[in-house]
């Protein structure tokens, strides 16, 4: 005798399964391991988004190198020195501990709406303009005091480091401020903002003459640069839920015994059977067989057979 199982799981024959078998969860012995989290740091970018900014920093190196070497008519060789991730408090520390001696040029598609800004400090300014005028005679000076020419020549070098990653970045055409600003920091910025810090080695070929200067941009403004952000899913409704938890329950399997009946016997009984020997069961003829799940009687039935293999009729359930 056959029989088929029709997919008809409905939330009260859950409900009643549940309530035959039992629904306490099994204890689970594994141990769980913790990874350490280092809330200092911000973690705005995934492992993939930073392998996408490295790709994105090594072409920016290329384009400034090249854009550089041609302002300046010397050859250029630029690196990335590191690529980092801040918070816009620690950065506004740390300025305040330097006593506000880099130069600032803020950037943005219009001088209302910032979007970063190219830092380099003094040294570096003196490095720059000497380069420009070559003039390796100018004097370095914690108080130097620059002309009105050797400010707008600083300017125009700087803006070409603002265009080659306006270049890079081709969402928008980024526009650096009309002046370079020294002391406080022009970005406006929230404590909690987190900030993404690209620092660069800038060298004339031939020279030790090594300057430096880095990019602060918050990290969200840089996700254009870093492919499409992963849209965020809605929230699903409980009808949503009740439909993932049934295709689940649908497809979980159990461990199904069929029972057609006991005995106890003493030790030295079960060592002293012998073939053909008989062992009378606690059960008449004309009971049912059980079916258990999970060690829970949940349904009632007869012995069958069905293609060559033992099977049980159904004749009643516990649920």
């Not at 603002?162 to 910025?189: T, V």
């Not at 849209?231 to 699903?236: A, F, I, Q, R």
Request: net charge negative; hydrophobic share 35%.
């Amino acid at each position: 005798m056959s029989s088929s199982i029709k997919n008809n799981l409905t939330r009260a024959k859950i409900q009643q399964l549940l309530a035959a078998v039992g629904s306490a969860p099994t204890e689970d012995s594994s141990q769980i391991e913790a990874q350490e989290h280092n809330w200092s740091v911000p973690h705005c970018f995934s492992d993939t988004k930073l392998k996408i900014l490295s790709e994105f920093t090594e072409q920016l190196a290329v384009v400034i190198a090249e854009k550089f070497s041609d302002y300046c008519r010397s050859q250029f060789e630029v690196t990335i020195d590191s690529t980092s991730q801040c918070f816009a408090d620690e950065f506004l520390n740390k300025s305040a501990d330097d006593k506000g001696k880099d130069f600032y040029l803020p950037f943005g598609m219009n001088q209302e709406h910032q979007f970063g800004l190219l830092a380099f400090p003094e040294e570096t300014a003196v490095l720059w303009v000497k380069q420009l005028l070559g003039d390796n005679d100018t004097e370095e000076n914690s108080d130097r005091k620059f002309s009105q020419l050797e400010k707008s020549l600083l300017l125009d070098l700087a803006s070409t480091l603002i265009k080659s990653f306006s270049y890079l970045y081709k969402s928008c055409d980024l526009q650096p401020a009309r002046n370079i600003e020294s002391g406080q920091c022009p970005l406006k910025l929230q404590d909690t903002e987190e900030l993404c810090r690209i620092s660069l080695n800038i060298k004339k070929s031939g020279t030790e003459n090594n300057t430096t200067a880095y990019f602060l941009i918050p990290c969200g403004k840089l996700e254009p640069a870093l492919g499409k952000k992963t849209e965020t899913k809605s929230e699903p409704t409980p009808e949503d839920i009740s439909k993932m938890i049934f295709g689940h329950l649908e497809k979980t399997s159990v461990n199904v015994t069929v029972q057609l009946a006991c005995v106890e016997l003493s030790f030295e009984e079960m060592m002293d059977l012998q073939v053909n020997d008989i062992v009378l069961l606690d059960k008449k003829i004309d009971e049912p067989i059980e079916l258990i799940v999970e060690g829970r009687k949940v349904c009632y039935g007869w012995p069958a057979q069905s293609a060559g293999m033992y099977a049980i009729t159904i004749s009643e359930t516990a649920f």
